[in-house]
């Protein structure tokens, strides 16, 4: 079963403006973390904000901002103020325990490509 | 600069070839990770490192071997038993108890095969 959920394959936004980036996400971990991840044309993967399932507020990290709706299993992705630069592969992941040792892995969506038109 | 090197950025293989990306973190993190990103996918979980002789499968870990015969190295090995290897190849690594255990990521690998 899916549990990272984008159903956004492309969005358009004019430069300067605000734009959302859908996630929903599917855990019954009462315990959970979600990110967002940029991927530029150069593929490497930028960390842009991080939201704990038990953070009070919406966390937010510059222009970048996380509408969490808890119990609507969502934790969308808001750009203020779009420039060129944001044009980028964006990508939702949730945090996963492995089986051995205590780590994690990311489970990621299938992405979103953001377009800022000038 | 602390950060994570994969080479060589670009990749080409025939058929039946093994061939081994590298890896390198100078950022003194534990755990290690390789994904592998195809076309208008997210990226999926080959294998993983949480110490220095030890590694464990992630999803996808068929055709795949690696080692971690040091803290800052974590090589993966493409073998001939992996059927459709062309994909971008991401490594990244994570500190244990850091405030969000996000995950670094380096520039990644394209392999094609010919």
């Known amino acids: 079963a899916q549990k990272i959920t984008q159903t956004q394959p492309g969005m358009f936004v004019q430069e300067k403006e605000a734009v959302t980036l859908d996630c929903t996400y599917d855990t019954s971990d009462p315990s959970y973390g979600l990110f967002w991840y940029k991927q530029p044309s150069s593929g490497e993967m930028i960390f842009l904000i991080y939201q704990g399932s038990y953070d009070q507020q919406n966390a937010t990290e510059g222009r970048y901002s996380l509408n969490f709706q808890k119990a609507r299993k969502s934790a969308n992705l808001v750009i203020s103020a779009s420039q060129l630069g944001d044009s980028a592969m964006y990508f939702c992941?949730?945090?996963?325990?492995?089986?051995?040792?205590?780590?994690?892995?990311?489970?990621f969506g299938k992405g979103t490509k953001l377009t800022v038109n000038p | 600069d602390g950060g994570i090197t994969q080479s060589p950025k670009y990749l080409f293989r025939k058929e039946g070839q093994n061939v081994t990306l590298s890896c390198e973190q100078n950022l003194n993190h534990d755990a290690m990770y390789w994904y592998r990103q195809d076309p208008g996918q997210g990226l999926r979980l080959i294998y993983y490192?949480?110490?220095?002789?030890?590694?464990q499968k992630g999803d996808i870990a068929e055709g795949y071997s690696v080692s971690r015969e040091k803290k800052e190295s974590f090589p993966l090995t493409v073998t001939s038993a992996q059927k459709n290897p062309t994909a971008f190849y991401l490594c990244a690594s994570s500190i244990k108890d850091s405030v969000y255990n996000e995950q670094f990521f380096g520039p990644g690998t394209r392999l094609t095969v010919l």
């Open positions: 992941a949730m945090r996963e325990p492995l089986t051995q040792g205590g780590s994690e892995k990311l489970v």
């Open positions: 490192s949480q110490i220095v002789n030890d590694f």
